[in-house]
Structures are given as structure tokens and as C-alpha cells.
């Protein structure tokens, strides 16, 4: 791969990050009137962050290969970890098949390693992503709420403002399993009044003049014949929000359809399930990386030590190498022969299915079956 004609892959200076939005514009949404317009629809993109952030080939002093990226710190458990993202990876059509698109996503990856990123998420599956250890992973379950008539609930659920912003951040602070997010973010949500390329809108609920929950949820959108919303993230008392679903669910109609993305081992989807509600895995678009998988099972210790005994977690040694990946203590092992195999075992299989490639051996079977797998929190917002 001769690359010699080429500056890169570097950041992109203020002075060409126009010439750069252009020239993505051209590729993704060349119908479109404007660079604003067009992210719109994946409104992360306009974050200073990722402006400053934006790796790239440069020809002649043209951009002509680029990638954007973002990062955010999340809690799992009370473990903080860190979680990166990437999206509009472009390369000019004169210029592909040269692997410059694969040199700058690796680039990316160095740098979310320096930057002590766990994982990093991709909005895409191309051969480009899987070929560089990025999989797809189920990020929990997706419940179908039925419009049944709810009890008398004493709420009021209106749609949320820019003047909501602190609020949305108070109650998102008291989730456990959360991004930490500034309030930039829910302000450039409400503002374009989409995420990951969907319309959306923050649903405010309050009791008593007191805000107890919130909801993302899309916009209602037709669908062969039928109305469809897609709850993606909420925080809040779960009673209350369990009411409020169903209170959607009947204003939206006899024949539409409301679903509701939770993550694994959550107290709503607790709640809907014991209701009977169907369910399906809730498998993503996008893939996911895991940059190190020493430095990733490092910071869920705690998260594992909280459910297994703590002394037999801290004497595990997680290795990687050759794509695969292990954890051993004497005779207690657990082996993984891929990075899909590491990632699906750890946070769950698209399908819902038995992995395949993955051996738990001695008290490493407890481990598996008591702490696998591990929630993430939505991310929808932070999707660029």
C-alpha cells in the first residue's frame, strides 16, 4: 500500500475543516443545500468535540479521506468507563481501494487507546469495520408495550425545551447504568430534534409539579400502515414510567406499534417483563471495538467483584493476542477464540444465541453465568 502521494492520517486544521464538511456532504448528502442541514440529522457531528477531533488523508491539500470522532465517559455499576465514537468515515471515489480509509480508522483507534477508551462505537457494519475487530453485540432487550388502558396516573407528560436542559441532566444523574454527559449534548439533541438519524423528542414527566422521569422517544412514523415510536432512553421512577408507556401506547392507537430499548439486567425492562410483555434481543446497527481487551476487563473488576468473590476476580490475568482472547487464575479459565466471540460473550449475541468459539472452564462458569453479560447504556445520543 504506497500512500506516498498523500499527508496523513493527521487532524484536520480549522483552516480546512470546511473544505472537509464539504467534502463529506458531497458523499453522504449531496441533494442537500447545506453541511448544517445535512447534520442535522446526526446532530453530534456539529459538537465542537468532534470538530476538533476529525482524522484524515489530505492530496494536494484536499481532504479526501476523513472519520469523525467523539468520546464520553459512561457508568456501569458504579464503574466509570470510557466509550468512543465514530462516524462519516468517507473517501472520495477517485481515491479508494487505496486503504486509506483503513489507515485512519486505525489511527482512530491508537488515539481512543491513549485516550483510555474501553470500547468504541462505530455506526456502521461494513467489511471496512468488521475487518478491523468491530462486531455486532445485542444491547439488551426491546419490549412491545400493547395499548391497554392504564390505572388513573396523577402525571402530566409534556414535550421537553432547551429551558428542561438541567433537569434532563439531573435525572439522567441518577441512574446508575448512565453516560456522562454535558448538558451541550442534550442541548444539540432538542435543538435539531433528531439522533442517529431518526426525529426525536424528550418527553418530560411530572407529578405533583416535580419532574420524575423522562423519556427519548422517536417522533410517531408510519410504517406499512401502522404508527410506530421507539422509546430510547429513559431515566426516572420505573412505576411511573411503566404507567406512562402504556398512556403512549393507547394515545398512538389500537394498531400501532410502541417499543421500548432497555438494556440487560434493567429494573423497566424488569417491570414490562413481569407485565408479559413481548420481547426481542434489541441488536444494533452499528459495531462495536474493543481497542484492549486487558485494559476493558481491568475496569469491569469491580463490576465483577460485586457478584463473584472478590479475591478470585482480582488474581484473574486477562491476555489478548492472535485475535484471541483469555482470563485465567490456575486451573479457572475462560477462553474466547475471536474478538467477536470476546465481545459478544461479554456484552451478548445479536441473536440472543450461544456464542460460539467461547470455553468457561472451573469457577470461570459462575463468572459467566453471573455477571455476563454486562449492561451498556444507550447511546443513541451520542451516535455521530
Same mark, same amino acid.
Given at each position: 500500500?504506497?500512500?506516498?502521494?498523500?499527508?496523513?492520517?493527521?487532524?484536520?486544521?480549522?483552516?480546512?475543516?470546511?473544505?472537509?464538511?464539504?467534502?463529506?456532504?458531497?458523499?453522504f448528502r449531496p441533494w442537500l443545500p447545506s453541511v448544517d442541514e445535512a447534520f442535522r440529522y446526526w446532530p453530534m457531528g456539529l459538537c465542537p468535540e468532534v470538530a476538533e477531533n476529525v482524522f484524515g488523508f489530505f492530496h494536494h491539500g484536499e481532504p479526501v479521506s476523513l472519520i469523525l470522532r467523539l468520546e464520553r465517559d459512561f457508568l456501569v455499576g458504579g464503574q466509570r468507563l470510557r466509550m468512543g465514537f465514530v462516524g462519516g468515515v468517507c473517501t472520495v471515489a477517485?481515491?479508494?481501494?487505496? /486503504?486509506?480509509?483503513?489507515?485512519?480508522?486505525?489511527?482512530?483507534?491508537?488515539?481512543?487507546?491513549?485516550?483510555?477508551?474501553?470500547?468504541?462505537?462505530?455506526?456502521?457494519?461494513?467489511?471496512?469495520?468488521?475487518?478491523?475487530?468491530?462486531?455486532?453485540?445485542?444491547?439488551?432487550?426491546?419490549?412491545?408495550?400493547?395499548?391497554?388502558?392504564?390505572?388513573?396516573?396523577?402525571?402530566?407528560?409534556?414535550?421537553?425545551?432547551?429551558?428542561?436542559?438541567?433537569?434532563?441532566?439531573?435525572?439522567?444523574?441518577?441512574?446508575?447504568?448512565?453516560?456522562?454527559?454535558?448538558?451541550?449534548?442534550?442541548?444539540?439533541?432538542?435543538?435539531?430534534?433528531?439522533?442517529?438519524?431518526?426525529?426525536?423528542?424528550?418527553?418530560?414527566?411530572?407529578?405533583?409539579? @416535580?419532574?420524575?422521569?423522562?423519556?427519548?422517544?422517536?417522533?410517531?412514523?408510519?410504517?406499512?400502515?401502522?404508527?410506530?415510536?421507539?422509546?430510547?432512553?429513559?431515566?426516572?421512577?420505573?412505576?411511573?414510567?411503566?404507567?406512562?408507556?402504556?398512556?403512549?401506547?393507547?394515545?398512538?392507537?389500537?394498531?400501532?406499534?410502541?417499543?421500548?430499548?432497555?438494556?440487560?439486567?434493567?429494573?423497566?425492562?424488569?417491570?414490562?417483563?413481569?407485565?408479559?410483555?413481548?420481547?426481542?434481543?434489541?441488536?444494533?446497527?452499528?459495531?462495536?471495538?474493543?481497542?484492549?481487551?486487558?485494559?476493558?476487563?481491568?475496569?469491569?473488576?469491580?463490576?465483577?467483584?460485586?457478584?463473584?468473590?472478590?479475591?478470585?476476580?482480582?488474581? @484473574?490475568?486477562?491476555?489478548?493476542? /492472535?485475535?484471541?482472547?483469555?482470563?485465567?487464575?490456575?486451573?479457572?479459565?475462560?477462553?474466547?477464540?475471536?474478538?467477536?466471540?470476546?465481545?459478544?460473550?461479554?456484552?451478548?449475541?445479536?441473536?440472543?444465541?450461544?456464542?460460539?468459539?467461547?470455553?468457561?472452564? /472451573?469457577?470461570?462458569?459462575?463468572?459467566?453465568?453471573?455477571? @455476563?453479560?454486562?449492561?451498556?447504556?444507550?447511546?443513541?445520543?451520542?451516535?455521530?
Amino acid at each position: 500500500m504506497d500512500l506516498s502521494d498523500y499527508e496523513g492520517p493527521r487532524a484536520v486544521r480549522p483552516a480546512e475543516r470546511e473544505a472537509g464538511a464539504k467534502m463529506m456532504l458531497s458523499i453522504f448528502r449531496p441533494w442537500l443545500p447545506s453541511v448544517d442541514e445535512a447534520f442535522r440529522y446526526w446532530p453530534m457531528g456539529l459538537c465542537p468535540e468532534v470538530a476538533e477531533n476529525v482524522f484524515g488523508f489530505f492530496h494536494h491539500g484536499e481532504p479526501v479521506s476523513l472519520i469523525l470522532r467523539l468520546e464520553r465517559d459512561f457508568l456501569v455499576g458504579g464503574q466509570r468507563l470510557r466509550m468512543g465514537f465514530v462516524g462519516g468515515v468517507c473517501t472520495v471515489a477517485e481515491h479508494r481501494g487505496k /486503504g486509506l480509509a483503513a489507515a485512519v480508522l486505525e489511527a482512530s483507534y491508537e488515539r481512543f487507546r491513549e485516550h483510555g477508551c474501553h470500547l468504541v462505537y462505530i455506526s456502521g457494519g461494513r467489511g471496512l469495520y468488521r475487518r478491523s475487530g468491530a462486531h455486532h453485540l445485542a444491547a439488551g432487550q426491546t419490549f412491545t408495550v400493547p395499548p391497554e388502558k392504564p390505572p388513573p396516573l396523577p402525571v402530566t407528560v409534556r414535550r421537553a425545551s432547551e429551558d428542561d436542559v438541567p433537569t434532563l441532566v439531573h435525572l439522567a444523574s441518577q441512574r446508575g447504568l448512565r453516560f456522562v454527559r454535558p448538558a451541550s449534548d442534550y442541548r444539540v439533541i432538542l435543538r435539531a430534534e433528531h439522533c442517529c438519524g431518526r426525529e426525536v423528542e424528550f418527553l418530560l414527566i411530572v407529578t405533583g409539579g @416535580l419532574p420524575v422521569g423522562c423519556l427519548l422517544i422517536t417522533t410517531p412514523a408510519e410504517h406499512e400502515g401502522r404508527a410506530h415510536r421507539t422509546v430510547l432512553e429513559y431515566a426516572g421512577d420505573v412505576h411511573v414510567l411503566a404507567g406512562v408507556l402504556r398512556i403512549l401506547a393507547v394515545e398512538l392507537g389500537e394498531s400501532a406499534v410502541l417499543r421500548v430499548n432497555t438494556p440487560w439486567r434493567d429494573a423497566l425492562a424488569a417491570r414490562l417483563a413481569s407485565k408479559g410483555y413481548p420481547a426481542a434481543v434489541h441488536g444494533i446497527g452499528g459495531t462495536m471495538k474493543v481497542p484492549s481487551f486487558p485494559a476493558l476487563w481491568r475496569a469491569l473488576e469491580g463490576w465483577f467483584a460485586e457478584r463473584c468473590d472478590p479475591v478470585f476476580v482480582a488474581g @484473574l490475568d486477562p491476555v489478548a493476542g /492472535g485475535g484471541r482472547c483469555t482470563v485465567w487464575r490456575g486451573a479457572d479459565g475462560l477462553e474466547m477464540d475471536s474478538e467477536e466471540a470476546m465481545i459478544q460473550t461479554l456484552f451478548g449475541s445479536p441473536d440472543g444465541g450461544e456464542v460460539p468459539g467461547v470455553r468457561a472452564i /472451573g469457577r470461570m462458569v459462575e463468572l459467566v453465568d453471573t455477571c @455476563l453479560p454486562v449492561p451498556l447504556p444507550a447511546w443513541d445520543v451520542n451516535t455521530i
